[in-house]
């Protein structure tokens, strides 16, 4: 069954508090069935919004229940100039409209800081990568990898 009856609003987390790690949290096996729902680490949340190149994006309803997620980061590099990345965008699918508003809240992100947005989706998410193209994001001619130093 499909929640909306309830308004959704996003904010951008300021402080930590342990009912918002839990609520991302909760959040995270949606995004991928590897991810626990236990509460997101206190100092992780606390690095990214300390950070003035970071920001956590939540979707709430107005019970204040969160819904939604999304983690923003603004890189540079000397030739590549300023860049934003998405990293865990999620949503509850039980409730209807939350993609869309973070989506929009994240377009105000990068406007307010003159960047493309940058992100990643495996092809397996059919869903998100029809979201994503709906919304005029462009499949990019690229590899993504990964290496872990710690295995060396």
């Known amino acids: 069954m499909i929640q909306s009856q309830h308004m959704i609003f996003i904010e951008r987390l300021r402080i930590y ?12 096996p949606y995004l991928d069935e590897s991810f626990s729902d ?5 100092d992780r949340i606390c690095s990214i919004i300390e950070s003035k ?10 019970d204040l229940r969160i819904v939604g997620a999304a983690t923003l980061s603004l890189t540079i590099g000397a030739g590549a100039g300023y860049k934003a990345y998405l ?8 409730t209807k409209g939350v993609g869309s508003a973070l989506w929009q809240e994240m377009g105000r992100w990068c406007l307010e800081r003159d960047v493309d947005l940058h992100f990643t989706s495996r092809p397996t998410r059919i869903a998100a990568q029809h979201f994503y193209i709906n919304r005029g994001a462009e499949i990019r001619n690229t590899n993504a990898f990964k290496k872990d130093f710690r295995e060396d």
């Open 17 to 28: 508090r342990p009912e918002d790690a839990a609520g991302i949290g909760r959040l995270m």
């Open 38 to 42: 236990e509460p997101i680490a206190e």
């Open 53 to 62: 190149h970071h920001d956590q994006l939540v979707a709430r309803q107005d």
């Open 87 to 94: 990293e865990d965008f999620v949503t509850d699918p039980e």
